[in-house]
């Protein structure tokens, strides 16, 4: 079955759980991305010059608000379309010039799992986690596709 009305609900539900403590989040988000991948923090110019993540960052969580909108985006698309259509297409040259590589990938697909975990509290369930895998796992391949 195709990307659901309901998974497009719980992931706007959980979407706004987030923003709701955007600072927190972003930093949570950063810190499971450093924790599994140390190597990652050169990659990001508002980190590199930092030793931990900086809290109260405007530009750590604008970019982090970004990565979490689009997966939102995704799930719209595919509950619309049942394809991810990336809105910008220079998202494959940014990610190549940066070397991300495939583990990559999966780094920042946990940490966003883990930060939404944390945001969500007593309304994380197995459903929201599927519900935006399967959104990211798609935005995923869309950009992966536009970084070949
Ligand atoms: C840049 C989204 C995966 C590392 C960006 C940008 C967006 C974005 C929108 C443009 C600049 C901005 O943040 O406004 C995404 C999404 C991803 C993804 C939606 C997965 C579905 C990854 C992965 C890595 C990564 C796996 C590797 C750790 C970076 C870096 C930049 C960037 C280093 C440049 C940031 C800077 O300006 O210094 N990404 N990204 N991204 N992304 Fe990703
Ligand atoms: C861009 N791409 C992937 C992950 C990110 C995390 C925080 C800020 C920007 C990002």
Redesign the pocket.
């Known amino acids: 079955m195709g990307f659901t009305e309901k998974q497009e609900a719980l992931v706007n539900a959980s979407y706004e759980a987030f923003k709701q403590n955007l600072p927190g989040n972003s930093v949570l988000f950063y810190s499971f991305?450093l924790e599994k991948?140390p190597a990652?923090k050169g990659?990001?110019?508002?980190l590199k010059d930092f030793d931990e993540v900086p809290q109260n960052n405007p530009s750590l969580q604008a970019?982090a608000e970004?990565?979490f909108g689009?997966?939102r985006d995704s799930a719209a698309q595919l509950r619309a379309t049942g394809v991810v259509v990336l809105a910008d297409a220079s998202?494959g040259s940014?990610?190549v010039q940066?070397g991300?590589l495939d583990p990559?990938?999966v780094?920042?697909k946990e940490a966003l799992l883990k930060t939404l975990k944390e945001a969500g509290g007593a309304t994380w369930s197995d459903e929201v986690s599927n519900a935006w895998e399967v959104a990211?796992d798609e935005?995923?391949a869309a950009?992966k596709k536009a970084m070949s």
């Open positions: 991305i991948a990652a990659m990001f110019s508002f970019h970004k990565v689009l997966v998202l940014v990610h940066k991300v990559h990938f780094v920042v990211y935005l995923s950009i």
